[in-house]
């Protein structure tokens, strides 16, 4: 069985958004592109240079979830090469292993004729990556709010305004696992329901197009980013001269240990010169979030034309 040559598109995302733990998340303008190409057997190759740690055998993460759809849906894909570019920081806290799940979803789901709705795909996605922030995002992009367990699954996107950010992204990895084992088992109630009111008033404010409000919820989460800011550099330094910038908000993105700052869109490039003068041990990506999610479209290739 043959196929044209298509591209899969999927973005960038970051979880959280400060107390919205394991159910926010916002797709952002940074994107992993995947060009997929009748082959005689599975192949896969990344572009750049950083992504080179990565297997490109069965354990390579698009092909083994790709390889679990095989067998979920008791079909076989024709196998194919994939040559990947990505925008996006490994273990930065970024998305990127929502990103190779929710690309190799969209390439079974193609290859296999499976017409799987958003809802199942990212119902998919959350049975391999163990959360729905980062997936549903990837998926359908902008902002996204889910509840996800072993038998439910509910998502839906916020209706927002545009709003830019800033991401200041460390050398160093910090694997997701490693940065979940930091967090406690158990907080007070009067904690959690400090933070579920922050991150109700949050999702209203972000739906009302109030970005001000939203970002002062943003700063006040106690489920993660108290333990998860601990081991990273210079973190309350940078949010406080950030604010002090005008910012609406600084929070961990994901994980970490990359720090995501929100802004509006005319504040964002004195921002970035501004605080990059002052932490230079950081790069700096200037963004936005992403209206759109995944996305599929044909590559005519050199020798196809």
């Excluded at 926010?24 to 940074?30: F, P, R, V, W």
């Amino acid at each position: 069985m043959t196929f044209t040559p298509f591209q899969v598109r999927v973005p960038a995302t970051t979880a959280n958004l400060g107390p919205g733990f394991d159910s926010i998340g916002a797709a952002l303008n940074l994107y992993q592109y995947t060009v997929v190409t009748p082959s005689l057997e599975w192949n896969i190759q990344y572009e750049e240079e950083s992504h080179g740690c990565l297997p490109t055998d069965e354990r390579n993460l698009i092909l083994s979830t790709i390889r679990k759809m095989e067998k979920q849906f008791n079909r076989q894909a024709p196998p194919a090469s994939l040559s990947v570019i990505s925008q996006i920081p490994l273990s930065k806290g970024m998305g990127s292993s929502a990103a190779a799940i929710v690309t190799a979803i969209a390439i079974g789901d193609f290859l296999m004729s499976l017409s799987l709705s958003d809802s199942e795909k990212i119902k998919l996605a959350c049975d391999i990556e163990g959360h729905p922030d980062n997936v549903s995002a990837a998926v359908l992009g902008g902002v996204t709010v889910s509840r996800y367990t072993k038998d439910e699954f509910s998502t839906l996107k916020l209706d927002t305004s545009e709003v830019s950010v800033l991401l200041l992204v460390p050398s160093h990895e910090m694997i997701t696992a490693d940065s979940r084992k930091i967090i406690p088992d158990e907080i007070s109630h009067s904690s959690a329901i400090r933070t579920s009111a922050a991150a109700n008033l949050m999702i209203a404010a972000i739906m009302n197009k109030d970005w001000k409000t939203a970002g002062k919820m943003m700063e006040k989460d106690e489920y993660h980013e108290p333990y998860r800011a601990k081991s990273i550099d210079s973190f309350h330094q940078i949010r406080k001269e950030a604010g002090m910038l005008g910012a609406y908000a600084t929070t961990v993105s994901g994980a970490g240990p990359a720090i995501i700052i929100f802004s509006n869109k005319e504040d964002l490039e004195s921002l970035s010169s501004k605080l990059k003068d002052s932490f230079r041990d950081y790069s700096f990506i200037n963004s936005a979030i992403s209206k759109t999610g995944c996305s599929i479209a044909p590559v005519y290739l050199k020798e196809n034309v």
